[in-house]
């Protein structure tokens, strides 16, 4: 979303500024991406709100899944957004902004926007390819003739072949009212917006932004790979969000002593936690393994609901003698470490902004998916562009717990010898990884589709506030 509005601070000319409506610990955590850019720093303003911690039952601070990312703190969470829409939307007609640009989860900002008559666009964290099977899942039920929870069905009237089985997806779409209701209503207010903006690029997912407009009648522009388009400087690429817990530095020149393509870069995004006998099985695996390895560990969260980082007796010894690898616990310099040309690998829980990052730096896929939309944002990597192969996970699940199966460490080494190895596969892989980071980076360069649909956009906007004037006139 930061992306987002310097993307178009420093797009739009002089007559675009942005403003960004978010709570205090939240704007705390956004502002210095925003200041370190001059041109951003002078054209968007934050716009901040309290967070209402008493009422929605959360501690002081805590108005991010970051700081935990349980299903309690979630349910809290939405309640206390909930408890500030009132006082958001007075701020959207006091402010009075030309165009409105909200996440899916603001179904509210579709009703404020058609009141004062300007577009609202509708942000999607995650691709067209995931849009597009959450509509067709919706649409026709296919698993619902599925008698097993392991077997395999086709996603019904979509551009390509795509397999899922019902233990992978969203528990939303297995049927919970409460969230159905609420998810209803998020897609309503979907289909009253103006148009939708996605962080992807035309190479990518042609076929299935061409499909979303079709199905769904709407408007959609590709802006993508914002992080490609903003994320010019060293700083950029190392804070991105969280403050790195290592020395970015360090960690380069480790990779600068290694041979080109032969790091695998581990890291199942910020908010995954596993068990400590999950962790046993990839330390069991990275040993074994002939790679050497960047691991961004994830913590275990125990039964009593406290998390803390945790690692067999004596690895992180034999690793730090060994020279093989480095583990990072907390925020990794993801975007530099993806970059750099000794990274052959990434093993990533599908979350789309991994998905971008690894895209944009040309490096193959292991896909473990988790939760969300992960296990459909794997199948474009591994069914569809094919730059990618499965650890095999096969149960959606808000964190990997003690009940759930292991993905076992002879698994995880097989998927990681297909990626790293040298057979036909692996080769075949990186090739289409590289063009897929060619596309993006020509996506956004002069002339790009990328670039010109921004363009495109922002001169819609334009006519749109044009076309309210001259209404507003002649009233
Ligand atoms: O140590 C870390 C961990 C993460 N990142 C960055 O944080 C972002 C992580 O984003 P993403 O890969 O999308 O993962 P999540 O944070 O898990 O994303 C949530 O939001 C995404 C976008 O809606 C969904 O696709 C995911 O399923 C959902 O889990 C990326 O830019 C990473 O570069 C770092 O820089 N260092």
């Not at 601070?61 to 007075?90: R, V, W, Y």
């Not at 979303?212 to 010019?232: C, D, E, H, M």
């Not at 971008?356 to 990597?381: D, S």
Request: charged fraction near 25%.
């Amino acid at each position: 979303m930061v992306d987002i509005a310097r993307l178009f601070a420093a797009a739009g000319g002089r007559d675009i500024r942005v403003t960004i409506l978010t709570t205090t610990t939240n704007a705390r955590r956004i502002s210095s991406a925003i200041d370190r850019d001059s041109l951003s720093g002078r054209r968007i303003s934050l716009l901040t709100l309290a967070f209402p911690f008493k009422e929605a039952g959360l501690p002081e601070g805590c108005e991010n899944l970051l700081s935990a990312p349980t299903p309690e703190i979630n349910f809290k969470l939405f309640h206390g957004i909930e408890l500030l829409q009132p006082e958001m939307i007075d701020l959207v007609r006091t402010h009075r902004p030309d165009c409105l640009v909200t996440d899916y989860l603001y179904p509210w900002s579709a009703d404020v926007s058609a009141e004062l008559g300007i577009p609202r666009l509708a942000f999607s964290g995650s691709g067209f390819f995931n849009l597009c099977i959450a509509d067709s899942i919706e649409a026709n039920n296919p698993h619902a003739q599925i008698s097993s929870e392991s077997e395999e069905f086709v996603v019904p009237g979509i551009p390509n072949r795509v397999t899922l089985t019902r233990s992978q997806l969203p528990d939303i779409v297995k049927g919970e009212a409460k969230l159905s209701r609420f998810f209803d209503k998020l897609k309503q207010a979907e289909r009253r917006s103006y148009g939708v903006i996605v962080n992807t690029f035309h190479y990518l997912e042609a076929e299935y932004a061409d499909h979303y407009r079709r199905v769904t009648g709407l408007k959609a522009w590709q802006l993508g790979p914002v992080s490609l388009f903003i994320n010019r400087n060293f700083d950029d690429k190392i804070n991105r969000g969280g403050k790195s817990d290592v020395n970015a530095e360090n960690c380069l020149n480790w990779l600068d002593s290694m041979k080109p393509n032969s790091v695998l870069y581990i890291c199942l995004g910020s908010l995954t936690r596993f068990s400590k006998a999950q962790i046993s099985e990839i330390s069991r695996a990275l040993e074994e393994s002939s790679h050497p390895f960047i691991w961004v560990l994830a913590k275990i969260l125990k039964p009593n609901g406290k998390e803390q980082w945790w690692l067999p007796e004596g690895f992180e010894n034999r690793v730090k003698q060994s020279g093989k690898g480095l583990i990072i616990r907390g925020w990794a310099p993801q975007m530099a470490i993806l970059e750099h040309a000794s990274i052959g690998g990434f093993v990533t829980h599908c979350g789309w902004n991994s998905i971008m990052e690894g895209v944009c730096a040309g490096v193959p896929m292991v896909t473990w998916p988790i939760f969300a939309e992960q296990f459909y944002n794997e199948k474009l990597v591994t069914q569809v562009m094919k730059f990618g192969v499965s650890v095999g996970n096969e149960v959606w699940s808000v964190w990997a717990t003690e009940e759930l199966p292991l993905i076992r460490g002879e698994r995880l080494r097989s998927a990681v010898e297909v990626v790293m190895g040298g057979g036909v596969e692996a080769a075949e892989m990186r090739r289409k990884a590289v063009e897929l980071g060619k596309e993006a980076k020509r996506a956004v360069g002069e002339g790009g589709t990328s670039s010109d649909e921004l363009k495109g956009l922002l001169e819609e906007i334009r006519g749109c506030k044009s076309k309210r004037r001259g209404v507003e006139h002649v009233a």
